[in-house]
């Protein structure tokens, strides 16, 4: 009788260690891998075998390598978890821009039009540079272009030149532990966007932010929050502005995060100095604000006029339930409230203290 007792309690543990390990183990629905050992070696063959408008959530995994595509996820293909290795390693790019490809719309590198996306440990990459002459007309190269709901980036690198991503309509993207790089307006359009523990890279004396939001339609537009913006390594920049107006409602607040001595005096910028541009007096109309920033370049007694410092009420208003509820903005009719949840976060925090003279030692830390 002992003996059996035994011989149950050891299956018994030895049932409960598998289980164990089969809640934790995470399981891929599709394995991407350019060396033929997964289902597939092309990202955009995962992509087409999702099937349309399903409930349940399909994880691919892309296994290490350079995938040079022109991805598309369509509306149609919801709920698709992108998971890589790590970004240093699992890189999707292309080279395509505006003036070969028929407008900035379809520069992308990669497009995800669907609702309920999820990437981690990914970098999204266009190379081509509007820095060099053979691109200098039509040079903006867009590597993420972001048009559904609810999508979600972990531990992510978005890297190009300019236009790098593109939060092209009002609706909700959540940017957690990522890096992005560019050099003119590299971060735009008009999403409903919040950046949390980002590295905000300048390759330029440009602009990184070009807000495309609706006048008096959105409460919210580009919000980051605990963010770092410094120069990319060796750039020879000293002349960066947190942001332009592209459209009349454009909203971009900076929230305690670390500014680099690269950022211009005034902080902020109008479109263009040219009165007969159509967007030369959408500063007007236009929201651009700091809370709490600090660094070198975050003097803001020399601040433009028209952008705003929050007092302590004003920044309570900017949590992520607020900023993601469906009557967030009139422009586009949003499907319910939102407050993203990441469950693995590995990142520490990318901030350095405000006595630092720089942010690379964290950023270092954050990401290595």
């Known amino acids: 009788m002992k003996k059996t007792l035994l011989t149950f309690y050891f299956l018994l ?7 164990h390990a089969q809640k934790n183990k995470t399981v891929y629905d599709i394995v991407v891998a350019a060396d033929g050992s997964g289902n597939y070696t092309k990202v955009q063959d995962a992509f087409n075998a999702v099937p349309d408008n399903n409930s349940k959530r399909t994880v691919i995994f892309v296994k290490p390598g350079v995938y040079k595509e022109k991805l598309k996820l369509t509306s149609g293909k919801k709920n698709v978890s992108l998971i890589g290795e790590s970004y240093k390693n699992t890189i999707l790019t292309y080279d395509d821009y505006a003036e070969i490809a028929g407008g900035t719309s379809k520069s992308f590198s990669v497009l ?12 999204f990459e266009n190379t081509i540079s509007s820095e060099l002459s053979q691109y200098k007309k039509g040079g903006q190269a867009v590597a993420l272009m972001v048009n559904g709901d609810r999508v979600i980036f972990h531990n992510c690198k978005m890297s190009g030149f300019q236009d790098t991503f593109y939060l092209k309509a009002n609706k909700r993207t959540y940017i957690k532990d990522c890096i992005i790089d560019g050099t003119t307006d590299f971060i735009f359009g008009a999403g409903i966007a919040l950046f949390e523990n980002c590295v905000i890279q300048c390759r ?20 980051f929050k605990d963010c770092v913006i410094m120069k990319y390594p060796k750039a020879a920049i000293s ?12 909203n971009t607040v900076f929230i305690h995060s670390y500014e680099e001595s690269i950022i211009i005096p005034e902080g902020w910028s109008i479109w263009s100095k040219d009165p007969e541009n159509k967007a030369y007096d959408n500063w007007k109309t236009s929201f651009y604000a700091e809370y709490d920033c600090f660094g070198p370049g975050s003097d803001k007694d020399k601040r433009i006029s028209w952008s705003k410092q929050l007092n302590k009420v004003e920044v309570s208003e900017y949590t992520k339930e607020k900023i993601f509820a469906a009557s967030t903005t009139t422009a586009n009719k949003l499907e319910g409230d939102w407050n993203p949840v990441i469950e693995k976060d590995k990142c520490d925090s990318v901030l350095p203290s405000k006595k630092a003279k ?9 990401f290595n």
Not at 112 to 123: L, P, R, S, V
Not at 204 to 223: L, P
Not at 358 to 366: C, M, V
């Open 204 to 223: 330029k004396d440009s602009y990184i932010t070009a807000g495309n939001h609706e006048a008096g339609k959105s409460k919210y537009g580009f919000v």
């Open 13 to 19: 543990i030895s049932f409960s260690a598998a289980l």
């Open 239 to 250: 002349k960066v502005s947190l942001g332009r107006p592209w459209g009349a409602g454009a």
């Open 358 to 366: 720089n942010a690379d030692s964290n950023f270092e830390k954050a």
């Open 112 to 123: 995800i039009e669907a609702n309920d996306f999820f990437a981690e440990n990914i970098t």
